[in-house]
């Protein structure tokens, strides 16, 4: 009869998270993630040939969340009325920026598990653009949105906008409501 496993894939995903987050990519290792689990490395080993398969899957479980998340939004009302929403659910997904970067990180070459998810990852990010892409021809359909500014730039700025360092420690709310202001009526004041 198979043991039972020591810990579930929220577990593992969670912690895998974690050790990202404060470590990144590079120094993270099964040890760090066993300990944090208070298990054995080999219990990891038994699901994972190295680090790229679990860090590739966890990176398919976020992503697959995230979509989820996203899929929930309210899709009606107007472009403004949307994109408020929209601004708001990535400030609320903040650290997603963060991991979603680590994808770059991971050699394709490790294993054909690993070369699969990151196949699936860029199709991920390929739909989830298409689906914002969306949003932006509703705001162009509305004629709020300057046609002759790329979709790509607009989607990049929109989700950049998450890496802006709150070096001053403006109070979240201020924060998110600055940048709305700003990507949607820009800086300058308006005569």
Same mark, same amino acid.
């Given at each position: 009869?198979?043991?039972?496993?020591?810990?579930?894939?929220?577990?593992?995903?969670?912690?895998?998270?974690? =050790?990202?987050?404060?470590?990144?990519?590079?120094?993270?290792?099964?040890?760090?993630?066993?300990?944090?689990?208070?298990?054995?490395?080999?219990?990891?080993?038994?699901?994972?040939?190295?680090?790229?398969?679990?860090?590739?899957?966890?990176?398919?479980?976020?992503?697959?969340?995230?979509?989820?998340?996203?899929?929930?939004?309210?899709?009606?009302?107007?472009?403004?009325?949307?994109?408020?929403?929209?601004?708001?659910?990535?400030?609320?997904?903040?650290?997603?920026?963060?991991?979603?970067?680590?994808?770059?990180?991971?050699?394709?070459?490790?294993?054909?598990?690993?070369?699969?998810?990151?196949?699936?990852?860029?199709?991920?990010?390929?739909?989830?653009?298409?689906?914002?892409?969306? =949003?932006?021809?509703?705001?162009?359909?509305?004629?709020?949105?300057?046609?002759? =500014?790329?979709?790509?730039?607009?989607?990049?700025?929109?989700?950049?906008?998450?890496?802006?360092?709150?070096?001053?420690?403006?109070?979240?709310?201020?924060?998110?409501?600055?940048?709305?202001?700003?990507?949607?009526?820009?800086?300058?004041?308006?005569?």
């Amino acid at each position: 009869m198979a043991r039972e496993r020591k810990f579930t894939d929220e577990q593992l995903f969670k912690a895998t998270k974690q =050790l990202i987050i404060e470590d990144g990519y590079e120094t993270f290792t099964f040890s760090k993630l066993a300990s944090l689990l208070n298990v054995s490395r080999g219990s990891i080993y038994k699901y994972y040939e190295n680090k790229d398969e679990l860090i590739s899957e966890f990176l398919m479980y976020e992503m697959n969340r995230f979509l989820h998340e996203f899929q929930k939004l309210d899709k009606s009302g107007d472009f403004r009325t949307q994109f408020d929403s929209l601004i708001d659910f990535i400030f609320e997904q903040s650290n997603m920026n963060q991991v979603l970067e680590i994808i770059q990180e991971i050699p394709t070459n490790t294993t054909k598990r690993v070369a699969d998810n990151k196949n699936r990852l860029n199709e991920y990010h390929i739909d989830m653009y298409q689906q914002l892409q969306g =949003l932006i021809d509703l705001g162009r359909k509305e004629n709020v949105i300057k046609n002759h =500014l790329p979709t790509a730039v607009l989607l990049g700025m929109t989700f950049q906008t998450i890496a802006i360092p709150n070096h001053f420690k403006i109070p979240q709310d201020q924060w998110v409501a600055s940048i709305k202001e700003i990507l949607i009526h820009g800086m300058l004041k308006q005569d």
